[in-house]
């Protein structure tokens, strides 16, 4: 990157921060009010305090100063403006030219509408969160993974299927292959958990578990989280090749539906000429 676009990033930063500051009410993030207040938004002090920063750093920060910032810095004036999925993801682009860290959730509510689309699509598919936990998934689903709706785990984890359901292994008809490119796949969504303390949790406990799931996370490998093939041994048709693919629930900050399209269907669509 140039020193000019460094310059023009560094303005935009600054602008950006001036107008969260500027648009934020005392009373919003919980600061008393005053009628004879006569700043619009916040003071720079304010922030500051609500941050836990200092007000000479935080001022530089705001007048664009050529100056490094941490992660932690900008999660701190994340929340003390309080900023949304979307501001948060635009500050750290803006600051770092990165996305920010993952952060670790509680199950969101899944629309109505993504429910729907699930549970009438012609494929398995499921919804996953940032750290593999299984939410939803449809009945095709359930076919191809019973463990999904046989888990004694309280809980249905990819991960922890994968390395420690007999029954799971024996579905995958490339176990060791797909295996690894799980581990290498949910690297990605470790990394960007910042060592959040429920993914710290999940490796440990697999490393406790799986000699195999140790070894490979020593690996160090990584791969991109999208599209790919998996071979399957279907309870019923024996066995299947799947082209998985990942689509982003929207609306959500750690949601991904995966969906399961059968090599065959493919084929039939590049082949068939009525089929748009």
Not at 62 to 91: K, N
Not at 156 to 171: C, E, H, I, K
Not at 178 to 185: E, F, G, L, Q, Y
Not at 190 to 219: C, G, H, I, T
Request: charged letters at 25%.
């Amino acid at each position: 990157m140039g020193k000019l676009d460094r310059v023009d990033h560094r303005l935009a930063l600054a602008g950006f921060v001036r107008s969260l500051r500027s648009r934020s009410k005392p009373a919003d993030v919980g600061l008393p009010t005053s009628p004879r207040r006569r700043t619009p938004g916040l003071r720079r002090e304010e922030v500051a305090y609500l941050a836990g920063v200092g007000v000479t750093w935080y001022t530089w920060f705001e007048q664009g100063r050529d100056i490094s910032v941490s992660s932690d810095f900008l999660e701190r004036i994340s929340r003390a403006f309080r900023l949304s999925s979307a501001e948060r993801s635009h500050l750290f682009m803006l600051a770092q030219h990165r996305l920010p860290p993952a952060i670790s959730q509680p199950p969101q509510g899944i629309p109505e509408t993504v429910t729907a689309l699930l549970n009438t699509l012609p494929h398995p598919a499921y919804i996953k969160n940032n750290r593999w936990d299984v939410v939803a998934w449809n009945p095709l689903a359930g076919e191809i993974f019973p463990d999904f709706t046989n888990s004694d785990l309280g809980h249905v984890n990819l991960l922890q299927l994968v390395f420690t359901s007999p029954d799971m292994r024996q579905s995958m008809l490339d176990w060791e292959g797909d295996a690894r490119r799980t581990v290498a796949k949910f690297r990605l969504d470790y990394a960007r958990a910042n060592e959040d303390p429920m993914f710290e949790a999940l490796v440990a406990d697999l490393k406790s578990q799986s000699v195999e799931f140790r070894q490979m996370w020593e690996r160090q490998e990584v791969l991109p989280i999208g599209e790919g093939l998996k071979m399957i041994r279907h309870p019923v048709h024996g066995p299947q090749t799947y082209r998985h693919v990942a689509l982003t629930v929207e609306g959500s900050t750690n949601l991904t539906m995966i969906v399961y399209i059968p090599t065959e269907a493919l084929l039939q669509v590049r082949v068939d000429p009525d089929v748009e």
